[in-house]
């Protein structure tokens, strides 16, 4: 049921408002807002370490040093980022648009049309149109609304919950999601010969073609008056294998790299790739789950279109790989599955939650320990 409160918790109609300051509940703590500028100036700047660019158009060349030299590059960004820009990745430029133009199309129905397809967190409802609830780390909001739904495999999408305006939002999301399916292989071949295993071993692992789900989140960032006190999404790492990312070529993602925050460039024809927390595991620490976050602007909307590549909650054990483990390199992650690694996060920023509070002081003291051994633990979030 469309209400008038619901049309007022979105983001979209609080920056329509007219509003000149941001309500307190999405100002972001101090510690958060480091390195927030202007993100368009941050985007043009040649300085400093640079997000990879891995062409994969020899990705399968017949000669075997341009072939390795290919998967070479994308085996090191994985390991040194764990975040790239793919380009030539076999997704032709005109599919890509429509998946684009029928995701936008839809955010500029008016709010009470999409709230036709509102989700309901509290009863379990997650897909579906829908704005971020403070359960976050920090009890704070994010400056976004977002859509969110399975897309692949076909047998697992409910199509009922899925935009029927714009037309071509059913047809192009899905024919999107089929070839991504096949990029994800492609992917995970390459990453598996990284780590000295067979061709098909990551996928595997993961839950193959059966069992590996596919799930995007639509972002839909308004413009917003104080850009400098707000985040988009919070940092944090991806619990996926995979993460592929697009967007409307408005800069906004930035990555903790080398101890401070990069700006991602905006490069036409690509997609953003992230290593997930899930590769990260399998490898034994050897490929990279970046902490990243998404930035607003006051000048233009920004939207990414997010494909998270999962395995199943339940049926797969995610601990590293023995082949990645050594007397030398003992486990660094402890057996899990995928609904248990989702919960322990939950649990930990819950956890940092309290200790910033008084009231937990006596807590503070016994967790204290644990949460300085990762610098940034008071920031990192699940999607």
């Given at each position: 049921m469309v209400t008038a409160a619901s049309?007022?918790?979105?983001?979209?109609?609080?920056?329509?408002?007219?509003?000149?300051?941001?309500?307190?509940?999405?100002?972001?703590p101090k510690e958060e807002l480091v390195n927030i500028g202007d993100i368009f100036e941050d985007e043009k700047s040649t300085e400093g370490p640079q997000v990879p660019t891995i062409d994969l158009k020899e990705i399968d060349s017949n000669d075997i040093k341009v072939r390795e030299k290919c998967r070479e590059d994308l085996k090191e960004a994985a390991v040194e980022w764990g975040v790239m820009h793919l380009i030539n990745h076999g997704i032709s430029d005109e599919l890509m648009e429509r998946v684009k133009k029928a995701g936008k199309a839809f955010f500029d129905l008016p709010i009470e049309q999409k709230e036709k397809y509102a989700n309901d967190q509290a009863s379990g409802k997650i897909q579906g149109y829908g704005s971020k609830l403070a359960n976050n780390a920090s009890g704070q909001l994010e400056?976004?609304?977002?859509?969110?739904?399975c897309v692949y495999p076909e047998d697992k999408r409910d199509l009922s919950i899925?935009?029927?305006t714009p037309s071509d939002y059913i047809v192009a999301t899905s024919e999107y999601a089929k070839e991504l399916r096949g990029l994800a292989t492609k992917i995970l071949s390459i990453l598996s010969l990284g780590l000295g295993l067979e061709e098909g071993r990551l996928e595997k692992e993961v839950g193959g073609l059966e069992e590996l789900l596919l799930q995007m989140k639509i972002n839909y960032y308004p413009k917003c008056p104080q850009p400098e006190l707000a985040l988009?999404?919070?940092?944090?790492?991806?619990?996926?294998?995979?993460?592929?990312?697009?967007?409307?070529?408005?800069?906004?993602?930035?990555?903790?790299?080398?101890?401070?925050?990069?700006?991602?460039?905006?490069?036409?024809?690509?997609?953003?790739?992230?290593i997930g927390d899930t590769l990260e595991i399998l490898s034994n620490g050897k490929y990279k789950s970046i902490l990243h976050r998404g930035l607003?602007?006051?000048?233009?909307?920004?939207?990414?279109?997010?494909?998270?590549?999962?395995p199943p909650k339940e049926k797969i054990i995610l601990k590293p790989l023995p082949e990645t483990v050594s007397e030398e390199e003992p486990a660094m992650f402890p057996p899990r599955t995928f609904f248990e690694h989702i919960q322990h996060k939950l649990f930990r920023q819950s956890q940092e939650a309290l200790v910033s509070t008084k009231e937990s002081a006596a807590l503070k003291s016994t967790t204290e320990s644990a949460l300085k051994s990762t610098k940034e633990a008071a920031l990192i979030s699940t999607n």
């Open positions: 049309i007022g918790s979105r983001v979209e109609s609080l920056a329509s408002s007219g509003i000149s300051t941001i309500p307190k509940e999405y100002v972001r400056w976004e609304d977002y859509f969110f739904h899925w935009p029927q988009g999404v919070e940092a944090h790492t991806d619990i996926s294998a995979l993460t592929f990312i697009l967007h409307n070529m408005v800069p906004g993602l930035q990555l903790f790299y080398g101890g401070k925050w990069v700006t991602a460039k905006c490069v036409p024809n690509s997609i953003v790739m992230h607003v602007n006051k000048e233009k909307v920004r939207i990414s279109w997010a494909v998270f590549c999962e």
